[in-house]
C-alpha cells in the first residue's frame, strides 16, 4: 500500500508542541444553589456553568435539593459525585445536558445571520440608496 502523505519529522514537532500548549478542560470545583435549584460548575479554563435542576438527569431530579449539596469533583475532574445520593454527573453529560439540538439551532442561525460578505453589504447599499425597507401600508389587515 502506498501513503498518499508522508508524516514529516518538522509536522510530528509541530504537533507535539500544540499537544504541550493544549488547554486542559476539567471540572475545578462545583456547588449547589439549593435556592434556585441549581448547579453550579467552574472549569480549569476560568468559564463557569449554571445547570438548572430540571435539566440533570431524572435520577438526580428525583433527589431533594438538600441532598445535592455535597458534591465532590473526582480526581482527574472529568466527573461530579453526590455522595449523599449515591450518584454522579460526568462532564460530557453536563455539556450534553446544555447543548441540545434547539440550542445548536440557535447558534448556527445567528452565525449564519452575522456572516459578512461583499454580497450582503452591496444589497445594503442598494436598498439604502432607494429608501431602506419599505414603510408598512395604512391599509395593511391586523393578524387576528
Same mark, same amino acid.
Given at each position: 500500500?502506498?501513503?498518499?502523505?508522508?508524516?514529516?519529522?518538522?509536522?510530528?514537532? &509541530?504537533?507535539? %508542541?500544540?499537544?504541550?500548549?493544549?488547554?486542559?478542560?476539567?471540572?475545578?470545583?462545583?456547588?449547589?444553589?439549593? &435556592?434556585?435549584?441549581?448547579?453550579?460548575?467552574?472549569?480549569?479554563?476560568?468559564?463557569?456553568?449554571?445547570?438548572?435542576?430540571?435539566?440533570?438527569?431524572?435520577?438526580?431530579?428525583? &433527589?431533594?435539593?438538600?441532598?445535592?449539596? %455535597?458534591? %465532590? &469533583?473526582?480526581?482527574?475532574?472529568?466527573?461530579?459525585?453526590?455522595?449523599?445520593?449515591?450518584?454522579?454527573?460526568?462532564?460530557?453529560?453536563?455539556?450534553?445536558?446544555?447543548?441540545?439540538?434547539?440550542?445548536?439551532?440557535?447558534?448556527?442561525?445567528?452565525?449564519?445571520?452575522?456572516?459578512?460578505?461583499?454580497?450582503?453589504?452591496?444589497?445594503?447599499?442598494?436598498?439604502?440608496?432607494?429608501?431602506?425597507?419599505?414603510?408598512?401600508?395604512?391599509?395593511?389587515?391586523?393578524?387576528?
Amino acid at each position: 500500500m502506498k501513503l498518499a502523505h508522508r508524516v514529516s519529522d518538522a509536522s510530528i514537532k &509541530v504537533a507535539r %508542541e500544540r499537544g504541550a500548549t493544549a488547554v486542559d478542560f476539567r471540572i475545578d470545583h462545583a456547588a449547589y444553589d439549593v &435556592v434556585n435549584d441549581d448547579l453550579i460548575v467552574a472549569f480549569s479554563t476560568g468559564g463557569s456553568l449554571t445547570l438548572p435542576k430540571r435539566r440533570m438527569p431524572e435520577v438526580i431530579r428525583a &433527589v431533594p435539593s438538600e441532598r445535592l449539596s %455535597e458534591i %465532590e &469533583v473526582e480526581p482527574l475532574g472529568r466527573a461530579l459525585w453526590f455522595p449523599l445520593v449515591d450518584e454522579g454527573m460526568t462532564l460530557s453529560t453536563i455539556v450534553e445536558t446544555l447543548i441540545t439540538p434547539s440550542w445548536l439551532r440557535t447558534r448556527a442561525a445567528q452565525m449564519a445571520g452575522s456572516t459578512v460578505s461583499e454580497a450582503k453589504a452591496k444589497a445594503a447599499r442598494v436598498n439604502g440608496a432607494s429608501g431602506g425597507r419599505p414603510k408598512k401600508s395604512a391599509t395593511a389587515v391586523p393578524f387576528l
